[in-house]
């Protein structure tokens, strides 16, 4: 079946812009999660929803950071002024449920010039 | 709070056998994962231990020891595919949240 997608694969914004990032996650994955990951780096939390319950924002590094999921499927990761220190490898992961194993999209590369 | 640490680098010989440790300090321990990341790839998933004990996968093994905070991943005749990053990843704490390790670089020379 259709495994985790993420667009766009590949964003150039200037320092300042406004940025969405979109993940599709695997159909009936009531859990799912974003990260991010630096250049040679590890992956760092960023958010994660489960179900309908509140999400877990411990991991958002700024409020310039947000996220939502709409009707349990869909969710969009959106950074306001984007800074420089924000280039990164964004990485979306959905699971059964939160005891599962995580699959990953294949992320989406974000340069901020 | 969560800390995770596993060896920055190894590198091992086609056909042996490798063991990439990692230990973990978190309250409230759910589970620990092993991912494998290529390079440019996204991470997928190796294995999972909740309970003590190994679990065989193949040529892929992963051990666990709660007592300790510790587990380990054994790479059996290793071909040059393996080759990747390998993430230890551990469940737990207040929101029993996925924390991540920095990974290992495993290189397979022949």
């Known amino acids: 079946g259709a495994g985790v997608s993420q667009s766009p694969s590949n964003k150039v914004t200037e320092k300042g812009k406004d940025v969405e990032l979109r993940c599709d996650p695997i159909?009936?994955?009531?859990?799912l999660y974003w990260y991010r990951q630096s250049l040679g780096q590890g992956l760092e939390f960023l958010i994660y929803?489960?179900?309908?319950?509140?999400?877990?924002k411990s991991g958002l590094p700024s409020d310039r950071f947000s996220a939502e999921r709409t009707g349990g499927s869909v969710s969009t990761l959106t950074i306001q002024r984007t800074q420089q220190e924000d280039s990164a490898v964004y990485l979306c992961a959905s699971s059964l449920s939160i005891s599962y194993e995580q699959y990953f999209g294949p992320g989406t590369r974000l340069t901020v010039t | 709070g969560q800390n995770i640490d596993q060896p920055t680098e190894m590198t091992a010989t086609e056909g042996a056998i490798v063991q990439i440790n990692c230990t973990y300090q978190t309250s409230g321990f759910n589970g620990l994962f092993w991912y494998q990341q290529h390079a440019g790839e996204a991470p997928t998933f190796l294995s999972y231990?909740?309970?003590?004990g190994l679990e065989e996968k193949g040529r892929f093994s992963s051990f666990l020891s709660r007592s300790k905070g510790y587990s380990y991943l054994l790479l059996k005749e290793l071909q040059m595919k393996d080759s990747a990053s390998y993430l230890c990843?551990?469940?737990?704490?207040?929101?029993?949240?996925?924390?991540f390790g920095t990974g290992t670089l495993l290189a397979v020379q022949p």
């Open positions: 159909s009936g994955h009531t859990a």
């Open positions: 929803f489960q179900g309908n319950s509140a999400p877990d």
């Open positions: 231990n909740v309970l003590d």
């Open positions: 990843a551990v469940r737990g704490g207040a929101t029993n949240k996925l924390i």
